[in-house]
């Protein structure tokens, strides 16, 4: 939660207590002005480092997360009201890992690669492609994941050889200024990567800046973002919102699909891009799957998270989030849905609060069903069969993720070529983001564009530069000044025959 006074200054209150975090700066555009000249003096000595100079600090660094492991959690559980095990295990761990595997890739993902020709004018010639750092990259992210979302994506861009200026979210910018104590602690140099701490101006002003801009948050916001990228004619990589659908078949194992749709409906109370937000169910096995979901989230333990082991689900960490939660919710009541589990604010005295929720009889003129929550709520549907679940998997403006649960993977895989999702997860949902190695990201505009992980996110910090050299070269080229029809001639013999198969 957060208020600007008129010291431009912004305070950040804990969400789970309401009590106050600390204040930041609310930079305006002056300031990111500053923050972009010295990056962009800074960058040029960063990227003559090279891969394996840059290599050594973010190797650093990863080292450095985990010595201060506890420190970190501690900061990402005050700022958002999650869970220790929510902050270790999909914030603290992602960055260590994330740290040490574009130290290791970057070079592999940017490396110069030699390209074959069998074009006349250029057979015999060097060709490479390589790929040379934008400059300077402007990082905005949102308040869900403050190291995985705002921080992670710095962490290529940074290996690619940019400099970076990061807007965390107005609401947890404290844990990007902890990591930015440890870069400066690991040897980064000055400049190269900054933290601009403020509102949606000071992300707008961060656009107007930069030579490329990676931002994840809302639909909306990420709509405004591109417009003032295009204006500018810089390249935007946009990673937005979701509404990922979860299918259970009538063959799959009903316990493993239980678990899956009632742990990754709630985890980080459900404030995930790629959370479980609906569940269609074959009837044969429908029952069963509701109540054993209903139970398991009915057991769910929800409270001010204090360490390790306290509480299974912590608070929201946006305000206005309790409103489209509770909104969503009553919007579904009222149109026939039936409440299992949870459907309110609970009894907590102070904070951000919605418990964790399971409705049914639910329909897709139900906001639940079509507009992302990002809160702790599973509605589950019944379907008569697999085709009926894919049509209504895919009537969504989103895209991100989806899941289907079936102990036939090879009809699950081929069911999955079906859904118009960026990543399919067949018996799983969401640990797919933890393999650094495969791309992420929307497969509808609704959920953005470009791609998060994997080589296209590293090359996307990057303009590429093609080469040509000419090693044996004669001194005047066949097809040059002056024209005569002798030589014309000639070169017309020579494309006749190459075009007739010898290039093949
Ligand atoms: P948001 O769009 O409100 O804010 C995101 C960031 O944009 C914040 O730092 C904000 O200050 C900044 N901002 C606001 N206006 C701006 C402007 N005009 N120009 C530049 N920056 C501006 O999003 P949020 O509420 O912080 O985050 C939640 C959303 O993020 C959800 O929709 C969620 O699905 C999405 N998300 C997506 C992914 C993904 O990988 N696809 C990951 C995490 C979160």
Same mark, same amino acid.
């Given at each position: ?11 950040? @209150? ?35 480092? $090279? ?5 050594? /600090? ?22 958002? $009201? ?39 004018? &250029? ?41 970076? /200026? ?60 591109? *417009? ?18 979860? /299918?259970?078949? *009538? ?8 678990? @899956? ?8 109370? $459900? ?11 074959? *009837? ?12 398991? &989230? ?29 909104? @969503? ?34 329909? @897709?003129?139900?906001? /639940? ?51 118009? *999702? ?25 959920? $953005? ?56």
């Amino acid at each position: 939660m957060t208020t600007t006074t008129e010291t431009a200054t912004i305070t950040v @209150h804990a969400p789970a207590t309401g009590e106050v975090v600390g204040t930041v700066p609310d930079l305006d555009a002056a300031a990111v002005h500053a923050l972009a000249e010295r990056a962009r003096a800074a960058q040029p000595g960063w990227q003559a480092l $090279g891969f394996a100079g840059r290599a050594v /600090i973010l190797r650093k660094m990863q080292r450095w997360i985990m010595d201060h492991a506890d420190e970190l959690v501690a900061t990402i559980c005050a700022e958002t $009201g999650k869970t220790h095990e929510d902050a270790l295990i999909a914030e603290v761990n992602y960055g260590a890992a994330a740290f040490g595997f574009w130290a290791r890739q970057a070079p592999r993902y940017l490396g110069d690669s030699r390209v074959r020709t069998t074009q006349l004018l &250029v057979r015999g010639k060097r060709l490479r492609s390589r790929y040379r750092p934008v400059g300077v990259v402007g990082v905005i992210g949102p308040w869900n994941y403050p190291l995985t979302n705002s921080f992670g994506d710095a962490i290529p861009a940074l290996a690619a050889g940019n400099a970076v /200026i990061l807007k965390p979210s107005e609401v947890t910018p404290f844990t990007s200024l902890l990591l930015a104590r440890g870069l400066a602690e690991c040897g980064l140099p000055d400049g190269v990567f900054a933290v601009a701490t403020g509102t949606g101006a000071t992300g707008a002003a961060v656009v107007d800046e930069v030579d490329m801009v990676m931002f994840t948050g809302s639909t909306t916001t990420g709509r405004r973002v591109a *417009a003032a990228a295009a204006a500018r004619l810089i390249p935007a990589s946009l990673e937005l919102g979701g509404k990922d659908p979860m /299918i259970v078949l *009538a063959d799959a194992d009903v316990e493993r699909a239980a678990n @899956h749709a009632a742990y990754y409906a709630t985890f980080n109370c $459900g404030q995930t891009c790629i959370a479980v937000e609906r569940c269609y169910v074959e *009837a044969p096995i429908y029952d069963e799957f509701v109540a054993r979901v209903s139970a398991k &989230v009915a057991a769910l333990r929800q409270g001010v998270p204090n360490g390790p082991g306290s509480v299974d689900v912590g608070s929201l960490t946006f305000a206005p989030q309790v409103e489209v939660v509770e909104r @969503h919710v009553a919007d579904a009541v009222a149109r026939g849905a039936r409440l299992l589990v949870g459907g309110e604010r609970g009894d907590q005295k102070a904070g951000l609060w919605f418990q964790p929720t399971v409705l049914v009889d639910v329909d @897709h003129s139900m906001e /639940i069903m079509r507009e992302e929550t990002f809160g702790p709520t599973l509605p589950i549907m019944r379907v008569a069969d697999a085709d009926e679940a894919i049509r209504l998997a895919n009537d969504s403006a989103y895209g991100l993720s989806a899941s289907i649960f079936t102990r036939d993977v090879a009809r699950g895989e081929a069911l999955g070529r079906r859904l118009e *999702a960026g990543a399919v997860t067949i018996n799983d949902a969401v640990v797919n983001y933890t393999a650094l190695e495969l791309p992420m990201g929307g497969a509808k505009p609704g959920s $953005g564009i470009g791609r998060r992980h994997g080589k296209e996110g590293i090359t996307k910090y990057c303009r590429q530069q093609s080469m040509l050299s000419s090693r044996l070269h004669l001194r005047h080229d066949l097809h040059m000044h002056p024209y005569t029809a002798r030589r014309t001639g000639q070169l017309f013999a020579l494309l006749k025959l190459l075009n007739r198969g010898l290039t093949r």
